[in-house]
């Protein structure tokens, strides 16, 4: 087990890939906090992992909050006892023309998925320059990240800046032996796409299920991505093996986006 004796903090980890991704963290032996703004949802993945024989513990907070993370990444290695590795998973995706969209949607996205990131570096690196043995910071990217995607402008954008942060980050941090990468997903079954078929539904007029369809079609490997498949990735990001990686935003999208 690759993190024997590691505290991992993930966020979103109350369902999708946030969930998958703490999960797959516990069996790999670390110590996990799990953040999200649904405490029932925690509750449920907490006893998933408790189920597992893992240590666990869970704190409601939003990560668009500078104060709530700081508190969240304060328990966490109270409560746990260390602090190696965080995972800014939560996000939330938005579907809308740039014809028509305002600015409190645009504030909303950018205050979730972009400073969410950005305040859970800071809270992270803070603690691990503190403890002096550096740590592992790990960011949720997106095809989208790559590619800009029509009706997906804004939550494109917020993921180009998630780059943008991971390489200025690992440039920042690295003489204190802290890396920072990204995970970037392609078509993940997760209630996110759920709600993003939807809106494409409501504009576009496509059938339920179509925009997804479609989507799903364009993946060379021909089938969705689970959240398995990015915890795979999350787990090698988070474990030894990635030690001489840094500033890196990895797509794992079954063949989708080329860079
Ligand atoms: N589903 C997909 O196809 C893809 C997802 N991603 C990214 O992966 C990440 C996770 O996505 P999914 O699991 O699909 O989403 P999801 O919508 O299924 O789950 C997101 C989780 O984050 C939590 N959350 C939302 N806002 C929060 C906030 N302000 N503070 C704390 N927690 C909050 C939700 O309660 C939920 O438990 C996101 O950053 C998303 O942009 C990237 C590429 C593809
Ligand atoms: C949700 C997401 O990142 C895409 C583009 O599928």
């Not at 023309?97 to 949607?105: D, G, Q």
């Not at 890396?179 to 409501?202: H, K, L, Q």
Request: aromatic residues 6%.
């Amino acid at each position: 087990m690759s993190m024997n004796g590691k505290v991992a903090l993930v966020t979103g980890a109350g369902q999708g890939i946030g969930r998958g991704i703490a999960l797959r963290l516990a069996k790999e032996g670390a110590r996990l906090a799990l953040v999200d703004i649904r405490n029932d949802a925690l509750t449920a993945v907490a006893q998933e992992i408790e189920a597992l024989g893992g240590k666990v513990a869970t704190f409601v907070a939003d990560v668009g909050d500078r104060a709530q993370v700081q508190a969240a990444v304060d328990h966490a290695e109270q409560e746990l006892g260390g602090f190696d590795v965080i995972v800014n998973n939560a996000g939330i995706a938005q579907v809308q023309a740039i014809a028509s969209v305002t600015p409190e949607e645009v504030e909303r996205i950018f205050r979730i998925n972009v400073q969410g990131v950005l305040w859970g570096i800071q809270a992270a690196a803070a603690k691990f320059i503190a403890r002096g043995h550096g740590g592992k910071i790990i960011n949720a990217c997106s095809i989208a990240g790559h590619e800009g995607f029509a009706l997906l402008g804004v939550y494109s954008a917020t993921k180009f800046a998630v780059r943008a942060l991971t390489q200025a980050a690992a440039k920042e941090y690295a003489s204190r032996k802290i890396t920072v990468n990204a995970y970037c997903p392609g078509v993940v079954g997760t209630d996110m796409w759920t709600e993003i078929d939807r809106r494409f539904s409501d504009i576009t007029g496509a059938k339920l299920g179509e925009t997804y369809r479609k989507y799903v079609d364009g993946i060379a490997l021909g089938r969705a991505e689970t959240a398995d498949d990015v915890a795979g990735l999350v787990a090698y990001l988070a474990g030894p093996d990635s030690d001489y990686m840094t500033g890196q935003s990895i797509l794992i999208d079954g063949g989708m986006v080329y860079r």
